[in-house]
């Protein structure tokens, strides 16, 4: 049987063991025994697991094994005698056959292909009955012996929750898990490439040029200042000058000036702009937002200004992270005590005098928690500034020039044909690893200040 058969008839089989053991269970009550320690679906699913879980654990396993398990025993059949030396030729030749096998191909380059074709669908067919066969058993004996463990004072209740716990255990483990192999990789590649590059030419170097490296000194084109600057200038400096004011405004608005209805409205509107993909922002800065920028630039005299400059990108990523900021500052607004706002109405003091000089200062750490989680946000955006972006690496203040970022070079490094043990490419772990180092800090600080103000009020 084929692994979608076998998954349904795993399936059937827990199902089967779940309402029997149900109607067992549900004798307990009537034969009116004293203590109950499980209710009737608790041994349900305590048999339907030893019924399915063994099952599946070796289909996975069986999954990852078979393939070879089956190239084995084609190999050892006379039918495989003329097969070339193990190398590329061999494996093209196995490939075939199992896809003629399969049938997913029709025909194959290779003769001997057609040959072997028909000992692979001996091998697998055989193969498929034995784990067939394994499944049955795995799932007759766990249901079996679960079953005969069914008793009025059996707590499959206990048992159920240590399951229940462990695949919530498992779940948090597989994020830190990820999380520690995307640091483990990314600290081997950039200990590689820090043992070419030295660390001092990569963090104060000022010339960044990974097209042309100098064998004897490849540091000198590798100077990544440059690309701190363009990030720190388009995400924390145009975007940030986007998002600060139109994000506070609005939270402002929506807390304390706008109606119950239009509150209603309006915030699921503003919050649609977190929703929007980031290439559909892109779009919107290459072919709208960037050619604006320069006719405006042109309109005052700028005849230089560039067609993908720092600002066409730092506007749009201004724009795309509003929801972050208003949506910090309207919750911390809102947490504000409202005695503090009542008793500035009642000393006499303005709705927007009661607002700069009392409801802001309160919230001040919490909006200062949200832009800077902002700010982690905008440094590490891609999408827009690969396409509005410049890819030429330039240390400049001028928001009509060209300038990059990190995480353009990361995705220009990456592309291509360059060799992957190059100094060029490995530059993009170092690239990627820095960024991480500064997102980190900047989401830990920014999460230390929301839990302090978080702490005055609570």
Do not use: C
């Not at 499959?156 to 990820?178: D, K």
């Not at 995400?235 to 600060?244: E, L, Q, S």
């Not at 067609?307 to 809102?334: H, K, N, R, T």
């Not at 980190?440 to 600080?445: M, R, S």
């Amino acid at each position: 049987m084929n692994g979608a058969i076998l998954l349904i008839l795993i399936v059937g089989l827990g199902v089967i063991a779940w309402a029997s053991t149900r109607m067992r269970a549900l004798g307990f009550r009537r034969g009116h025994v004293a203590r109950v320690s499980s209710l009737p679906h608790h041994h349900g699913w305590y048999v339907a697991l030893w019924t399915v879980v063994p099952p599946l654990i070796f289909l996975a396993v069986w999954a990852a094994t078979s393939p070879a398990l089956v190239t084995d025993t084609v190999i050892a059949t006379p039918a495989a005698a003329q097969l070339p030396p193990p190398g590329f030729e061999r494996a093209a030749i196995l490939s075939e056959a199992r896809a003629l096998a399969a049938g997913r191909t029709h025909g194959a380059f290779h003769a001997l292909s057609h040959t072997l074709a028909p000992a692979y669908d001996r091998a697998q067919t055989r193969f498929d009955w034995i784990a067939t066969a394994i499944v049955l058993l795995l799932a007759l004996a766990g249901g079996a012996y679960a079953y005969l463990h069914v008793r009025p004072d059996f707590s499959a209740r206990t048992r159920i929750e240590r399951v229940v716990l462990g695949l919530l255990l498992g779940a948090s483990l597989i994020a830190i898990l990820t999380t520690a192999g995307i640091v483990a990789s990314l600290l081997y590649e950039a200990g590689r490439f820090f043992s070419v590059v030295p660390v001092t030419d990569f963090l104060f170097g000022t010339h960044w040029s990974p097209q042309v490296i100098d064998p004897r000194d490849p540091g000198a084109s590798l100077g990544a200042v440059p690309l701190f600057w363009g990030t720190f200038f388009i995400g924390a400096v145009i975007a940030m000058a986007v998002a600060i004011p139109f994000g506070l405004m609005s939270a402002i608005y929506l807390t304390q000036y706008a109606a119950p209805r239009a509150r209603r409205i309006m915030k699921p509107v503003l919050e649609v702009l977190a929703g929007i993909p980031t290439v559909v922002y892109g779009y919107f800065a290459a072919l709208t937002v960037a050619p604006a920028v320069r006719q405006f630039a042109v309109a005052i005299g700028i005849d230089w200004a560039s067609s993908e400059s720092a600002l066409a990108a730092g506007l749009v990523m201004g724009v795309m992270i509003i929801p972050f900021v208003s949506s910090m500052a309207d919750d911390s607004l809102a947490a504000v005590p409202s005695a503090m706002r009542d008793g500035s109405l009642a000393m006499g003091a303005t709705t927007s005098e009661t607002i700069t000089r009392v409801m802001l200062p309160a919230a001040l750490p919490g909006v200062v928690g949200g832009v800077l989680l902002a700010v982690s946000r905008a440094i590490g955006e891609t999408m827009i500034v690969v396409m509005a972006a410049s890819g030429v690496a330039t240390l400049t203040a001028n928001p009509f020039a060209s300038t990059t970022t990190v995480t353009r070079q990361i995705v220009d490094l990456l592309t291509g044909e360059a060799e992957f043990d190059s100094p060029k490419t490995l530059a993009a772990f170092a690239l990627g690893l820095t960024l991480f180092v500064i997102t980190l800090l900047l989401n830990i600080v920014a999460l230390s200040v929301v839990k302090r103000y978080r702490e005055s009020y609570e």
